[in-house]
């Protein structure tokens, strides 16, 4: 017997529910009898089918309005909550899920774990996994006291699977009392541009640490050669602290973690911190010049050579095979 009532916090992009919901539903279904959302936006039906699919049978749809989601995410929940008595109430580590979950703690009064990596269930007792020290160490955490438990799971921590659900039913939801968080009003929105696939969903991701040199290589050796290999570009966090570039392409411990199936790391010396974050790579491909960097204990192929030596040449390689 699993979780009786597991409820997963949804969030969308357009009319499409990001992929961290889908693999907090994959695994909700795996380890809970009744699976349902929580979704702020007014666009629950468009939704629907695709929640459905992996796993949620409901979707408790709240339309915020021009309020923060978080705010009404968590007001709309804790009146939920209390009418409903979920087990357990799963988050996605993002901006909008943490918003949520803090505000829903404070309300409840009740603790949060967060940046879950896993979950399990064992007997009564639900344990979320972590990664402390760099993700030297997985230590395993269980909630204790009144349900429903809170915790927030790092996106990546499970595989988005469809399980064959039929699309989900869904009922509005009352926006509850946010209080005066409430007045704060979303005035505009600006969706960063972007070309290629997205980082965190790409299945190449190109990375490149301080051993590109300066903040001008990384246009014609890591943005090129993803683009030709057509991934996403990554970095270390030692170039993102330089300012060469913006922290949304920051790979690791407090930046992104990415499972592609080809994972290339150009002048990245591998500390712990990063390999946190793609490690769970399918295939790694390290170019470094010095061959006792820790990044080729990961990797499974490994080039051991000055990045303005042998990218170009990947790259001119590349362009020959068209
Ligand atoms: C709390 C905390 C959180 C952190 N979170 C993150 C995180 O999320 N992500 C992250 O990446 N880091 C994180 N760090 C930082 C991390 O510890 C490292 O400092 C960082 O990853 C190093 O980046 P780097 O590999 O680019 O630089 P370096 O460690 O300086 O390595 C540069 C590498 O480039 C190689 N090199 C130099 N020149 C060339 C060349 N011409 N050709 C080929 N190779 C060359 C060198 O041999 C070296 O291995 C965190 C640190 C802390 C304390």
């Known amino acids: 017997m699993g979780i009786p009532k597991i409820w997963v916090y949804a969030e ?11 693999e907090l539903l994959t695994k909700a279904r795996e380890i809970g009898d009744a699976v349902e959302c929580v979704y702020v936006g007014a666009n629950a039906d468009a939704l629907a089918g695709a929640l459905g699919e ?18 009404v995410g968590a007001s709309a929940l ?19 899920g943490r918003d949520a979950l803090s505000r829903l703690s404070v309300k409840l009064d009740r603790p949060v774990l967060t940046n879950g990596t896993d979950l399990k269930v064992d ?25 429903p438990f809170l915790a927030a799971i790092r996106p990546k921590s499970f595989a988005a699977e469809p399980g ?3 699309a989900a039913e869904v009922v509005a939801a009352d926006p509850g009392d946010a209080g005066r ?14 070309e290629g696939p997205k980082l965190e969903e790409a299945t190449v991701v190109v990375s490149g640490g301080r051993g590109i040199g300066s903040a001008e290589a990384y246009g014609p050796l890591v943005e090129e050669l993803a683009k030709l290999l057509n991934g996403a570009s990554g970095a270390s966090r030692a170039i993102v602290d330089a300012g060469w570039v913006p922290y949304s392409k920051q790979v690791g411990q407090t930046g992104k973690t990415v499972k592609p199936k080809l994972y290339v790391a150009l002048g990245i010396s591998g500390a712990t911190q990063h390999l946190v974050g793609m490690k769970g790579s399918d295939t790694i491909l390290a170019i470094n010049k010095d061959g006792e960097a820790p990044i080729f204990s990961v990797a499974d192929l490994g080039i ?19």
Request: charged share 25%.
């Open 78 to 96: 804790a009146a939920l909550v209390a009418a409903e008595q979920p087990d357990l109430v799963l988050f996605a580590q993002s901006y909008d």
């Open 12 to 22: 969308a992009e357009g009319d499409k529910p990001v992929t961290s919901t889908l």
């Open 304 to 322: 051991v050579g000055d990045v303005h030596k042998v990218v170009p040449k990947l790259i001119e390689a590349l362009k020959a095979r068209g």
């Open 123 to 147: 007997g009564d007792s639900v344990l979320v996994s972590t990664a402390i020290f760099g993700g030297n160490t997985l230590v395993d955490t269980v909630f204790e006291g009144e349900k």
């Open 54 to 71: 992996h796993g949620a049978t409901k979707v408790h749809a709240v339309d915020g309005g021009d309020v923060l989601s978080g705010v």
């Open 181 to 194: 968080a409430a007045e704060a009003k979303v005035l505009e929105r600006h969706v960063e541009e972007r």
């Open 164 to 166: 064959g659900g039929a």
